[in-house]
């Protein structure tokens, strides 16, 4: 029974993670704390292996989702680069405070964070374009297959500050930052969706290894359960990738926004039982 749970969840989060851009994280982490904790069918798991195991399974999901999206030059390399100066030394610090936190504490923060950006990528498009942060020099044109054209922009001092912070929060909560990177691509530097899913699996592989350090020198990782994951994130993550090419931004930007609402209000639900 618990190799087709672990098969399952890997496959899911995969697919729904590459398709968003998000890794597949904010789905591992809860669903193996439910599984373990909860229902008591992985034995092993407590909040900190599951965000330490989470971290490792990112690694083979970013990889096999970034070398997709570098095939169709849905990647913007050059600012990933950028965003990385940031993210890597925050999944580091994150990585190790994350065994201060106890079950009704993660549901509970981790639940409110979903839910608000859920909110603002709702309102996405009525939040006018913050102008210190979209300087002419940075900007860049992008269209993509459906014949839209976009046009955004990276200041690099605004973008390693911010990804510093999003490095942490993916470090604390196992979630390879993608969760935060994405929309903030999105609503900070107005990147075309697709290219913020993209570009933020390409992150999501980099901040995944150097928080993967962390909990493994913390002993948060549970190897037999990331064996199984690894596997099936491998193909639900190139599965992902193909169903993302064929989809509306405005579709992929949907899909981000009501996956994070729904696992919001499960969390925060979860959080009065914990």
Known sequence: MSIIILLLVGFLSAVIGSIVGIGGGIIIVPTLIYFGVTLDVLHGITPQTAIGTSSIILIVTGLTSSLGYLKQKQVDVK??????IGII???LIGAY??????????NRYFGIFLIFVSILLMIRHK???IQAFQQERYMKSFTDAHGETY???VVPSVAVVLSFLIGLTSGLFGIGGGALMTPLML???RFPPHVAVGTSMMMIFFSSITGSVGHIILGHVVWGYSLILIVASWIGAKLGVRINRSVKSDTVVLILRMVMLVLGIYLITRSFFS
Request: hydrophobic residues 50%; proline residues 11%; aromatic residues 18%.
């Open 79 to 84: 600012n990933g680069m950028i965003f990385l």
């Open 89 to 91: 030394p925050g999944a």
């Open 97 to 106: 405070l994350s065994q201060f936190l106890t079950l009704h504490s993660f």
């Open 127 to 129: 939040i006018p374009p």
């Open 151 to 153: 046009r955004y922009g």
């Open 187 to 189: 609503l900070v530097f």
